[in-house]
């Protein structure tokens, strides 16, 4: 056990009751991530990957099985696993600054209020809101607010990064926009990563690696396909790669497939 | 311009707003349609309302004469602010003749002693409005206190909720007049010497307000509490906030709108209480004035009540338009109902 991947999911099951009996969403899931690497998971909607999230960050309890990241197991939510939601879930009474500082200031209980302060607006301005800091968050526009979202999750300096469709609200141009933030970012400090999404360019783009999920119920890992596109990337030199059409029509063959419909086709195909 | 539009919008007074549009220069065609229909249809609404009081008014004879009509209540609303000019030229006359003689005292012997009485004229109509406005909000202030915590702990805690929740059902029904005889008696055995700018009859009229008007505001307190957004909860989680900070800096501030929804509702709630507690209680204010008028049965003592609820009826409209700015102004941009 002398290299234990930094984040290490270990036979997760998720299963909750219903009124026609319990529902096994997740079973038998399993997933190795190494320290550094940005990883996406894709699937049908109603899958369970937001599900799988939520049991990483701590906010939902597994049924069963073992979450370990940085070789220890995770208990409850904690900022060292920093969450971008799907909505921007700031505070709309709270200028954009306050929204980071929140955090920051939970993180960093030793440092001065101004050491507090550079850290926010270091970050505010790396997502591009260097003018907009003073700015109440109801008065952002949606894809400022996603921008704040960003800045507050790498504010606190997490060990791992967790985002949950964090473009899924936005339109075409502004998520364009702000997948090429989220890349300058996150180039920086290289924080291991896990991103939810349904969308295959969006996970091609950003990703060392894109992880399939089978539809549930017994939802799991259906396929990992490594993207080795070199970085720093552009998104023009990834369209222009000669194997982005190659890794795209995979991802498109498993989730079109049997693969991803039927749990026991995809075991006989493994 | 612009600005007068919006500030029509946030004081809720919708019914201006064309007229501000007007003014802002859009559409000339349509803001007279709109002032047509938020302006005509209440006026022309009134109109046939105050045709039919006077004419159903008319036709009804009591022992006190007939009922008022508008044409009556008028005149009455005329004499009783003459009346309050009256006195209060009666007091200014009253302090110039005490100023006078003290200083023709000092002005025979340096060391004579002046007298400085206070005037004590009879309580005018507009000193009873001031008496139950202080009345309901020292009544409202109680009940705040007690409510916003109370409710805030309900939301934060299933516990703190369902034991209290039982209680809360039985006792928010109940009426003023009976919380009345109880509040009276418990005032009594605590207020045992007469405090000079503290009556007693205010003191239970208060009480009795406060009693009343506190549920409303505990209940939506409560709801806004426990249904405050998911995602604010697993931010506050995520940031492992603690307690204070989540409850001063999260879950009161998501909660102020449906907070001040029971406030709003606890003032309308507490002003009807006050007139019921005024009249029983005897504390000088509208509704001690409108059993005294009853009590004294003269020709003009009916149009004299229906000037009071009409009183009662305007001040608690802008009571209620007050708590709507307030409402608006912590609701982060979401609609509010008027």
């Not at chain 1, 791992?160 to 364009?176: N, V």
């Not at chain 2, 008319?58 to 005149?75: D, K, N, Q, R």
């Not at chain 2, 009345?180 to 009795?208: C, D, H, N, Q």
Request: charged share 20%; aromatic share 8%; hydrophobic share 45%.
């Amino acid at each position: 056990m002398s290299s234990r991947p930094f984040l290490d999911i270990v036979k997760l099951e998720k299963s909750f009751d219903t009124p026609r009996g319990k529902l096994t969403v997740l079973s038998d899931f399993h997933l190795q991530v190494e320290e550094g690497k940005f990883i996406s998971v894709i699937g049908h909607s109603g899958c369970g990957k937001s599900t799988v999230l939520s049991m990483v960050a701590g906010l939902t309890e597994p049924t069963d099985g073992n979450i370990v990241v940085g070789n220890r197991e995770i208990e409850g939510p904690g900022p060292d696993r920093a969450v971008v939601f799907q909505s921007p879930s700031l505070f709309p009474w709270m200028t954009a600054m306050e929204n980071v500082r929140l955090g920051v200031d939970q993180v960093f209980p030793h440092a001065t209020p101004s050491q507090r302060t550079d850290i926010c607006a270091w970050y505010l301005s790396r997502v591009g809101l260097a003018r907009e800091m003073d700015k109440k968050a109801m008065d952002l526009s949606q894809g400022q607010k996603q921008r704040v979202g960003i800045a507050r999750a790498f504010a606190l300096r997490p060990r791992m990064l967790l985002l949950d469709e964090p473009f899924g609200m936005l339109d075409a141009l502004t998520r364009a926009e702000l997948q090429e933030v989220l890349l300058d970012v996150w180039a920086r400090d290289r924080i291991t990563a896990m991103m939810i999404t349904h969308d295959i360019d969006e996970a091609l783009f950003l990703s060392d690696e894109v992880v399939m999920m089978t539809s549930g119920p017994h939802a799991r890992v259906g396929e990992i396909v490594p993207v080795d596109l070199p970085r720093p990337r552009s998104r023009r030199e990834v369209l222009s790669h000669p194997d982005y059409y190659r890794l795209r029509q995979q991802l498109l063959n498993f989730l079109e497939g049997p693969a991803s419909h039927s749990p026991v086709a995809s075991r006989a195909a493994a | 311009m612009r600005n007068l539009v919006r500030l029509t919008d946030t004081l809720g007074l919708t019914w201006l707003t064309p007229v501000a549009r007007l003014a802002a220069g859009e559409d000339p065609r349509e803001q007279f349609r709109a002032i047509l229909f938020e302006i005509g249809v209440p006026f022309m609404a009134i109109l046939v309302f105050l045709m039919l009081w006077a004419g159903i008014a008319s036709s009804i004879h009591t022992s006190l004469g007939t009922l008022p009509g508008p044409g009556a209540t008028w005149t009455q609303a005329t004499s009783m602010i003459a009346e309050y000019r009256a006195e209060k030229l009666r007091e200014a006359e009253f302090y110039q003749e005490q100023k006078r003689k003290n200083n023709e005292r000092l002005a025979r012997n340096p060391n004579a002693r002046t007298t400085n009485w206070q005037y004590t004229g009879k309580p005018t109509y507009l000193d009873q409005i001031k008496t139950s406005l202080v009345t309901v909000f020292t009544g409202f202030l109680i009940a705040s206190l007690i409510a916003v915590p109370v409710g805030l702990l309900c939301g934060l805690s299933k516990v703190v909720m369902a034991a209290l929740n039982p209680l809360i059902q039985i006792f928010k029904p109940v009426s003023p007049l009976a919380w009345l005889p109880i509040v009276t008696m418990g005032v009594s055995a605590l207020y045992l010497r007469e405090i000079g700018w503290l009556p007693k009859s205010f003191v239970i009229s208060a009480f009795t307000v406060a009693l009343c008007s506190l549920w409303p505001s505990l209940i939506n307190t409560a709801l806004g509490v426990a249904s405050i957004d998911r995602d604010y909860v697993n931010v506050a989680r995520v940031l492992r906030l603690p307690f204070g900070v989540r409850v001063f800096r999260i879950y009161l501030p998501a909660s102020l709108p449906l907070v001040f929804t029971g406030l709003r509702l606890s003032l309308g709630v507490g002003w009807m209480v006050l007139i019921a507690a005024e009249m029983l209680a005897q504390n000088p204010g509208l509704g001690k004035f409108v059993w005294d008028e009853f009590q004294n049965g003269s020709s003009e003592s009916l149009a004299r009540i229906v000037v009071a609820v009409l009183t009662i009826g305007v001040v608690g409209f802008f009571l209620d338009r007050t708590m709507v700015i307030l409402q608006r102004l912590v609701s982060f941009g979401r609609p509010v109902n008027a």
